[in-house]
């Protein structure tokens, strides 16, 4: 069974820091890219930043250049998300998912992703 789990959301004050987990389990990890997104109340998801386990090349949305940093860890099947420097306009429901191919020019497409978890709020207070 596929599962993405994620992880280390919460509340947090402006120009705070968060990490965000995605425990993946139930496909071949390196063959996979793993993407986050974000969903606020009323607002389309949107991508925030990708990884392609094969060869670690990422991605990141201009909103989020420079105070997010994307990692991953292929012996933990675990992709991370450290978010510094965190705005009020951060604040949504992030998820995680996973991509047959690599990350590429279409990362941003949500429907390139095969399998989501269920999301993580993080909550940034003025």
């Known amino acids: 069974e596929v599962q993405l789990v994620e992880s280390g959301g919460g509340l947090v004050q402006a120009g705070g820091s968060l990490r965000l987990s995605c425990a993946a389990s139930?496909?071949?990890?390196?063959?996979?890219?793993i993407g986050w997104f974000r969903q606020a109340p009323g607002k389309e998801r949107e991508g925030v930043s990708c990884?392609?386990?094969?060869?670690?090349?990422?991605y990141y949305a201009d909103s989020v250049k420079g105070r997010f940093t994307i990692s991953s860890d292929n012996a933990k099947n675990t992709v991370y998300l450290q978010m510094n420097s965190l705005k009020p306009e951060d604040t949504a429901v992030y998820y995680c998912?996973?991509?047959?191919?690599?990350?590429?020019?279409?990362?941003?497409?949500?429907?390139?992703?095969?399998?989501w978890g269920q999301g993580t709020q993080v909550t940034v207070s003025s």
């Open positions: 998912a996973a991509d047959d191919e690599s990350c590429g020019s279409s990362w941003l497409n949500v429907g390139e992703y095969d399998y």
């Open positions: 139930g496909f071949t990890f390196d063959d996979y890219a």
């Open positions: 990884i392609s386990s094969s060869d670690g090349s990422t």
